[in-house]
């Protein structure tokens, strides 16, 4: 189990690198580096949200539809790997001709939707994996921690160090080295795939979705993980913000704050791993989410690096908690489906995961679109008269509010989470 476990999770790695250097200095890249408005950023995410509202239920019905002698899920990973990294590199590179005004919107907008067209294939098929490749509770916390462990390590790679590569060799240059890293562990990935030949799912699109809609506890662990990733996205998006303008350090010192958070989760993975065992899956997933969020609310307060390492430290540790979890609870639901209907439909599932995680985008560039009415900020060129308290206010209140509303649903989940 040991070796599957780390395949498995050297394409959380992979895949984690990419797409949270992605998530989390796309915004500060177009709009203070490129001058894009804060208000087109939220359009654009909208518009891509509202496309992966169709997109993520189809691949992920595909996904589970297909049959061939290597799997369901495997052609889907060896076509869309590449394609996730060719795509990556072209939403940081920007040639000059694209970095006019009225040129550079949609340069944004096409590069960003073909993207997470691309992401939205691996990550359903990755994800759909874990249930399958992992059976029980014991087992299943685990991989989970080892996978968080190796996602915690991605963040470190490609969140806290990447204001420093990108000082020194640009935002394109960053792309090519994270992406360069991220085939590596997707070579070592792809050899470790292993999947149920007799699994398979003869539903209808309608029918396989209507099943899952009418999940009760789907839509508590899918509402759950839209406000948790709503949040946590908004931590990290802001955090360069946060960092420039309410704390006044330099761009650099970014890398202290998510360095804080995610070594402080590095060992929390398998602290949580072992919670899950202990007090059963709901209740570790419950206890998880009430520190993430009254830590979300604690980084308003800061006023220098200490103390704002200190609080992102308290972050990172619900954070762990959060992913670990998390992941228990929802192989869970997909097992008692399958108990009930007699068919796998992982990518089911997963794609609706991934499409609540989506939507939370789309609410991430609404969350930015209010720092104008409510603040001024505008963009990097025109900050408004209190740039500081606006990122305070997005940092700390905005994704605490989220969460700890997230805490509140858990406690409807109607099973508990035990071997």
């Known amino acids: 189990m040991a070796v599957k476990a780390w395949r498995y999770a050297s394409g959380q790695l992979g895949l984690t690198l990419v797409s949270e250097s992605f998530g989390t200095y796309l915004a500060f890249f177009y709009l203070e580096k490129l001058g894009l408005s804060a208000a087109f950023y939220a359009l654009a995410r909208t518009v891509y949200a509202a496309w992966d509202a169709l997109n993520d239920p189809l691949f992920g019905h595909l996904s589970d539809r297909t049959k061939t002698p290597w799997g369901r899920r495997r052609p889907w990973l060896l076509l869309g790997l590449p394609l996730f990294l060719l795509l990556y590199l072209l939403v940081f590179w920007v040639p000059d001709w694209a970095k006019s005004p009225s040129v550079l919107p949609y340069y ?104 899952v809609f009418a999940n009760r506890a789907f839509w508590v662990a899918a509402l759950v993980a839209l406000l948790f990733e709503f949040g946590r996205t908004v931590i990290q998006t802001a955090m360069a913000f946060y960092a420039k303008h309410s704390l006044g350090l330099p761009e650099a010192a970014t890398t202290f704050l998510f360095a804080a958070v995610f070594l402080m989760a590095l060992p929390s993975v398998f602290l949580w791993g072992r919670l899950a065992r202990a007090l059963g ?139």
Request: net charge neutral; hydrophobic share 55%.
């Open 281 to 419: 899956g709901k209740r570790a997933w419950r206890l998880a989410h009430l520190l993430m969020g009254l830590a979300a609310l604690l980084l308003f307060l800061p006023q220098s690096l200490l103390p704002a390492l200190l609080v992102g430290a308290l972050v990172g540790v619900g954070f762990a908690g959060v992913r670990v979890t998390g992941e228990v609870v929802m192989a869970k639901v997909i097992d008692l489906d399958a108990e009930r209907t007699g068919t796998r439909r992982e990518g089911a599932y997963y794609s609706l995961v991934g499409l609540m995680g989506r939507l939370s985008g789309a609410m991430v560039g609404m969350a930015f679109a209010l720092l104008g009415p409510l603040f001024g900020y505008v963009s990097g060129e025109n900050p408004g008269p209190n740039p500081g308290l606006a990122f305070r206010f997005l940092i700390s209140v905005v994704p605490g509010v989220a969460i700890l509303l997230a805490y509140g649903l858990t406690a409807l989940f109607p099973h508990e989470v035990r071997e």
């Open 108 to 211: 944004f907008a096409l590069a960003i939707v073909l993207y997470e067209t691309a992401a939205t294939v691996v990550w359903t098929n990755y994800g759909a994996l874990f249930p399958e490749m992992f059976r029980g509770l014991a087992e299943r916390a685990s991989a989970a921690a080892l996978r968080r462990g190796t996602e915690l390590f991605g963040l470190i790679l490609g969140i806290a160090l990447a204001p420093v590569v990108y000082a020194q060799v640009g935002f394109f240059g960053m792309a090519l080295l994270f992406g360069g890293l991220a085939l590596f562990a997707f070579l070592f990935f792809l050899r470790g795939v292993e999947e149920d030949p007799k699994a398979e799912s003869g539903l209808g699109l309608l029918a396989s979705f209507r099943l």
